[in-house]
């Protein structure tokens, strides 16, 4: 022991600690309860964690999901575009009607 | 114990007590006092606002499902140059991938911002392309970019949308806080690369698109709309033009087109150029409707009780009012003729008659109320109100003012306003509000339908009636080349002189048509406008015919049976 630490320590009388038992099973029991409690804490932070980056990633994948679905219903948009449709029709030989007859159903006739 | 001892042991139980209580009050200094300064400074180095990402705009579409403005997905490449591990590696990679010198991206990555963009938009393919890459600190951000998949169709009534994201002109200008999409944004712990750390659940409030919007545009109706103000521009060497047609039933607009136009997802090729073509005439344009305007003056005559198509007159080729000698555009004098003649023969001196009869009160009372002299109250942007001057503006209204008047000049209306009026008489004297929302389509799905808003009862029904079957003369008579053939259809012509400083232009007209069938129950009315046609000033050589051949179409398209087919149906 260093001389600082005997000129400290040179006044104190060593005493006896004595613990009953029965302070030492609270102490325990305390101890216990803390660790638990501690365990449960840090279970519910993991969860919590693990649930939030779920959901980001759900999120994500929503987001994504939406830009395809916008991506492709434009690209349809485009290819049954009227003009698109017009180019096809002309190409297929169709023409506008003209002296259109409206047919009549007569009733009991098939 | 030793009086040396004690004293040392005291002095050291004394040092460590006041340090205790220094340690004690500091820790109650930062924890209790200054808690609020602390936590929140904790708070700004953690706690960071976290946008969640933009869904997208609105989606316009035609009344049958059909896309007019959508979204398309484009890419935002940038850097978080402090995460850069290898600039020169990836200014190799970028540069040539973006078409731009590897030496600049090499500058921007070197750049003493923590964030740049390098470039934006970029194509998604190429967006995807570059993050494959996996080049640290160079991220891709997806973006929306609006689209419009039917090109120039229909650009008047859609707008555009620029690049932030902010509607302009028709729909998407009109209606822009609608179609917006919902920012969100909270507060949340981030990483150093400000990443959202997920130790907290983020609330569940994902934002919104924009609401969805169905028109009641008909994508066919306006092509073929289109297709034929394209021809008529061109065969009549017209500088430009309007055709509307709308459902005189429930005023709903099914085309609108206008020439001039544009492609709205092209509307910048157009910065720097004098006469933008993004205002739509046919409600940003005013102009003098000419003869249209008498089908309004007979209607106040008759619906006023002050005469019936058979009430005669005698028509001397001129007539005075308030000191102006107004004539028949032809010059002639007809003689004894029948109020029904006024519209069939299209005679000046008659309406100004009739006027004269009504007197200032009634006349403009009845032009009130279809709809002159206000804005239509169509859902697009930019409408202007027209001009009606009344007598109570005694300073520019002048006597001569109710003679002209009569005959459509010396007023000014929109397209949108002229066949509003005259779609009033084919819908019984009822004034509608014209409207080109015809569903607005929340995010959640929730559908709200447009219900039709009725402006006014202009006329009764019976004076509408009555005037629909001289109108129907007027093209039996009058003009021919608007008949269809298989089908009744009312209508008059407009030849219109077009005013100038000082006087009217002696060069040019406009050349109008509106028309409505079948008769008597009318399901179309269309408005055919020609600005300065060069083959033919009159509007009967010109717009008549534009009017007869799209009706001709129309009826088809939209599975209109001929008078015929219908009759023998209505008798069965």
Same mark, same amino acid.
């Given at each position: 022991?260093?001389?600082?630490?005997?000129?400290?320590?040179?006044?104190?009388?060593?005493?006896?600690?004595?613990?009953?038992?029965?302070?030492?099973?609270?102490?325990?029991?305390?101890?216990?309860?803390?660790?638990?409690?501690?365990?449960?804490?840090?279970?519910?932070?993991?969860?919590?964690?693990?649930?939030?980056?779920?959901?980001?990633?759900?999120?994500?994948?929503?987001?994504?999901?939406?830009?395809?679905?916008?991506?492709?219903?434009?690209?349809?948009?485009?290819?049954?575009?009227?003009?698109?449709?017009?180019?096809?029709?002309?190409?297929?030989?169709?023409?506008?009607?003209?002296?259109?007859?409206?047919?009549?159903?007569?009733?009991?006739?098939? | 114990?030793?009086?040396?001892?004690?004293?040392?042991?005291?002095?050291?139980?004394?040092?460590?007590?006041?340090?205790?209580?220094?340690?004690?009050?500091?820790?109650?200094?930062?924890?209790?006092?200054? =808690?609020?300064?602390?936590?929140?400074?904790?708070?700004?180095?953690?706690?960071?606002?976290?946008?969640?990402?933009?869904?997208?705009?609105?989606?316009?579409?035609?009344?049958?499902?059909?896309?007019?403005?959508?979204?398309?997905?484009?890419?935002?490449?940038?850097?978080?140059?402090?995460?850069?591990?290898?600039?020169?590696?990836?200014?190799?990679?970028?540069?040539?991938?973006?078409?731009?010198?590897?030496?600049?991206?090499?500058?921007?990555?070197?750049?003493?911002?923590?964030?740049?963009?390098?470039?934006?938009?970029?194509?998604?393919?190429?967006?995807?392309?570059?993050?494959?890459?996996?080049?640290?600190?160079?991220?891709?951000?997806?973006?929306?970019?609006?689209?419009?998949?039917?090109?120039?169709?229909?650009? =008047?009534?859609?707008?555009?949308?620029?690049?932030?994201?902010?509607?302009?002109?028709?729909?998407?200008?009109?209606?822009?806080?609608?179609?917006?999409?919902?920012?969100?944004?909270?507060?949340?712990?981030?990483?150093?690369?400000?990443?959202?750390?997920?130790?907290?659940?983020?609330?569940?409030?994902?934002?919104?698109?924009?609401?969805?919007?169905?028109?009641?545009?008909?994508?066919?109706?306006?092509?073929?709309?289109?297709?034929?103000?394209?021809?008529?521009?061109?065969?009549?060497?017209?500088?430009?033009?309007?055709?509307?047609?709308?459902?005189?039933?429930?005023?709903?607009?099914?085309?609108?087109?206008?020439?001039?136009?544009?492609?709205?997802?092209?509307?910048?090729?157009?910065?720097? =150029?004098?006469?933008?073509?993004?205002?739509?005439?046919?409600?940003?344009?005013?102009?003098? +409707?000419?003869?249209?305007?008498?089908?309004?003056?007979?209607?106040?005559?008759?619906?006023?009780?002050?005469?019936?198509?058979?009430?005669?007159?005698?028509?001397?080729?001129?007539?005075?009012?308030?000191?102006?000698?107004?004539?028949?555009?032809?010059?002639?004098?007809?003689?004894?003729?029948?109020?029904?003649?006024?519209?069939?023969?299209?005679?000046?001196?008659?309406?100004?008659?009739?006027?004269?009869?009504?007197?200032?009160?009634?006349?403009?009372?009845?032009?009130?109320?279809?709809?002159?002299?206000?804005?239509?109250?169509?859902?697009?942007?930019?409408?202007?109100?027209?001009?009606?001057?009344?007598?109570?503006?005694?300073?520019?209204? =002048?006597?001569?003012?109710?003679?002209?008047?009569?005959?459509?000049?010396?007023?000014?209306?929109?397209?949108?306003?002229?066949?509003?009026?005259?779609?009033?008489?084919?819908?019984?004297?009822?004034?509608?509000?014209?409207?080109?929302?015809?569903?607005?389509?929340?995010?959640?799905?929730?559908?709200?339908?447009?219900?039709?808003?009725?402006?006014?009862?202009?006329?009764?029904?019976?004076?509408?009636?009555?005037?629909?079957?001289?109108?129907?003369?007027?093209?039996?008579?009058?003009?021919?080349?608007?008949?269809?053939?298989?089908?009744?259809?009312?209508?008059?012509?407009?030849?219109?002189?077009?005013?100038?400083?000082?006087?009217?232009?002696?060069?040019?007209?406009?050349?109008?048509?509106?028309?409505?069938?079948?008769?008597?129950?009318?399901?179309?009315?269309?408005?055919?406008?020609?600005?300065? +046609?060069?083959?033919?000033?009159?509007?009967?050589?010109?717009?008549?015919?534009?009017?007869?051949?799209?009706?001709?179409?129309?009826?088809?398209?939209?599975?209109?049976?001929?008078?015929?087919?219908?009759?023998?149906?209505?008798?069965?």
């Amino acid at each position: 022991m260093s001389d600082f630490m005997q000129w400290v320590t040179h006044g104190i009388k060593r005493g006896r600690f004595e613990v009953s038992p029965r302070l030492a099973l609270r102490l325990f029991a305390l101890v216990v309860v803390l660790t638990v409690m501690a365990a449960l804490y840090l279970m519910l932070v993991s969860r919590t964690a693990a649930r939030g980056r779920h959901i980001q990633q759900l999120e994500a994948e929503l987001f994504r999901l939406r830009r395809e679905n916008e991506q492709l219903e434009v690209e349809i948009a485009s290819e049954g575009s009227i003009s698109h449709i017009w180019e096809r029709a002309i190409e297929l030989g169709f023409a506008p009607a003209e002296d259109v007859e409206f047919l009549r159903p007569v009733a009991g006739e098939p | 114990m030793a009086e040396g001892p004690r004293r040392r042991l005291r002095l050291v139980s004394t040092l460590l007590i006041g340090l205790v209580i220094v340690i004690v009050a500091q820790l109650a200094q930062v924890q209790l006092v200054d =808690h609020s300064f602390y936590k929140a400074w904790a708070e700004e180095q953690r706690e960071r606002p976290i946008a969640i990402d933009k869904p997208p705009r609105g989606v316009i579409r035609d009344r049958n499902g059909y896309v007019l403005a959508g979204n398309a997905v484009m890419c935002s490449v940038e850097a978080d140059t402090a995460y850069v591990v290898d600039v020169e590696a990836a200014a190799a990679e970028l540069g040539p991938l973006l078409h731009i010198p590897a030496a600049h991206v090499k500058q921007l990555l070197r750049s003493e911002a923590p964030w740049v963009q390098i470039m934006s938009p970029v194509s998604k393919e190429l967006g995807d392309q570059i993050a494959a890459l996996g080049l640290g600190g160079i991220r891709v951000e997806p973006l929306w970019v609006r689209e419009y998949p039917e090109g120039v169709l229909a650009s =008047h009534v859609i707008g555009f949308c620029n690049a932030e994201g902010v509607g302009f002109y028709g729909v998407e200008g009109f209606h822009d806080t609608l179609l917006r999409p919902q920012h969100v944004e909270w507060e949340g712990p981030v990483d150093l690369a400000s990443e959202q750390v997920p130790w907290r659940v983020a609330p569940v409030v994902l934002p919104q698109p924009g609401a969805g919007l169905v028109l009641t545009l008909d994508r066919t109706v306006q092509a073929l709309a289109e297709q034929e103000l394209a021809r008529s521009v061109q065969e009549y060497q017209a500088e430009g033009g309007t055709i509307i047609v709308m459902d005189p039933r429930t005023f709903e607009i099914l085309a609108l087109a206008s020439l001039p136009n544009y492609d709205p997802g092209r509307y910048t090729d157009f910065y720097g =150029h004098d006469l933008l073509p993004f205002e739509d005439p046919a409600v940003s344009q005013q102009y003098e +409707p000419g003869s249209v305007a008498k089908v309004l003056t007979v209607a106040a005559a008759l619906d006023a009780g002050l005469a019936t198509p058979e009430t005669t007159y005698h028509d001397q080729g001129w007539i005075e009012v308030g000191g102006l000698r107004i004539a028949n555009a032809s010059r002639q004098a007809y003689g004894d003729q029948t109020v029904a003649d006024i519209l069939i023969r299209s005679l000046n001196v008659g309406t100004a008659w009739l006027a004269t009869q009504m007197g200032p009160g009634v006349f403009y009372r009845y032009l009130q109320a279809f709809g002159f002299g206000r804005p239509a109250g169509v859902d697009l942007a930019g409408e202007v109100a027209g001009q009606l001057l009344l007598p109570e503006d005694y300073e520019r209204w =002048h006597d001569s003012n109710l003679g002209t008047n009569s005959f459509g000049q010396g007023l000014a209306v929109t397209p949108l306003q002229m066949i509003s009026a005259v779609a009033t008489v084919a819908n019984d004297g009822t004034r509608l509000r014209p409207h080109v929302v015809g569903r607005r389509v929340a995010s959640d799905g929730t559908v709200s339908t447009y219900q039709p808003m009725v402006e006014s009862q202009a006329i009764s029904p019976q004076t509408a009636r009555t005037l629909i079957e001289v109108m129907v003369r007027v093209v039996e008579e009058g003009v021919p080349q608007a008949r269809v053939e298989g089908y009744r259809v009312a209508g008059k012509t407009g030849t219109a002189q077009i005013p100038i400083p000082g006087g009217y232009d002696k060069e040019g007209t406009i050349a109008s048509f509106v028309g409505f069938g079948p008769v008597p129950d009318p399901q179309l009315i269309i408005l055919v406008k020609l600005d300065r +046609p060069k083959t033919s000033s009159w509007a009967s050589e010109t717009a008549a015919r534009s009017f007869r051949r799209l009706a001709a179409r129309l009826f088809v398209v939209l599975g209109i049976p001929p008078d015929g087919t219908r009759m023998a149906e209505a008798v069965r």
